[in-house]
Each structure stands twice: as structure tokens, then as C-alpha cells.
């Protein structure tokens, strides 16, 4: 299976999320791709069996660079994702982010959010659990 992995993080959380989601994904076998959402700026993504968008919840939203990417993203119908969130809020913004995507007529596989605890700002934020939580949602998107 090909993945890639897309994401943007401030703090370094996010980032940790999916660098251990991929190293999980390529202990099975897995090609994975790795792409920055601040630094990405086209409109079509690298081929792949499956993609993972993932992005924090800031100030009541999707972070800007993650927004344009997902709102100007060509050729995708068909195509399988699963979202994370990370957020130190109350709700998470997975519906936000299923919203760009299954506009462009994507299918969703699966989808996990991480509410952030004490040390967000050091990339510290990610709480006890949080592994056993990411092994549940590489098994869904891997099935089993």
C-alpha cells in the first residue's frame, strides 16, 4: 500500500502524530510519504492507495495552509482518506475537515482526534493513550 501523510503543525505535536503513524504504516510493508501543508503548494498530490490529512484546531478553525490545501485539491474523487485532529478544545474539528474532503467526492476510512493536555506549546501535549489510540486508527486504515 501506498500512503501519504499530510500535515500541518505549529507545535510539533501534529508532526509527532504522523512521523509515528508512518513508522507504524512502514513496519507493515507500507510506502508512506510524508508532505508539510505549510510547504506544499500544488493542487494534486502524489499517487497513493490511501491519504491522511492531518491538522490542529486553532483559533475555532482548520490552520489556513491546511484549509487552501484540502479547498483546492484536483483530481481526488474516488480516493480514500482518514483525518486527525489535534485540538485543546472541548469538540474536535473532524466534520470541518470531512467537509473539504467529501466535497471533492473522497471516501472516508477513518478518522481519530487527539485533545492536546498540559505542554501543547513544547510539543508536549499529546496525552497517556495516545499510541494505543494511533495503533487503533493505523488498523483501520490498514484493516487489522
Known amino acids: 500500500m501506498k500512503y501519504v501523510l499530510v500535515y500541518w503543525s505549529r507545535f510539533g505535536n501534529g508532526k509527532r502524530v504522523v512521523e509515528t503513524l508512518s513508522v507504524k504504516l512502514g513496519k507493515k510493508g507500507s510506502e508512506v510519504k510524508i508532505l508539510d501543508a505549510k510547504e506544499f503548494q500544488g493542487k494534486v498530490l502524489p499517487e497513493a492507495d490511501l491519504y491522511v490529512f492531518s491538522a490542529p484546531a486553532e483559533k475555532f478553525t482548520i ?82
Open 63 to 144: 490552520p489556513k495552509d491546511m484549509r487552501r490545501l484540502m479547498k483546492g485539491l484536483q483530481g481526488m474523487e474516488g480516493k480514500r482518506y482518514g483525518l486527525i485532529n489535534t485540538h485543546s478544545m472541548k469538540r474536535d474539528w473532524l466534520p470541518k475537515m470531512d467537509k473539504f474532503l467529501s466535497g471533492k467526492k473522497m471516501v472516508k476510512l477513518a478518522e481519530v482526534e487527539f485533545r492536546m493536555g498540559d505542554g501543547t506549546e513544547d510539543g508536549k501535549g499529546l496525552r497517556e493513550g495516545w499510541k494505543q489510540k494511533l495503533d487503533d486508527f493505523a488498523d483501520k486504515l490498514t484493516g487489522g
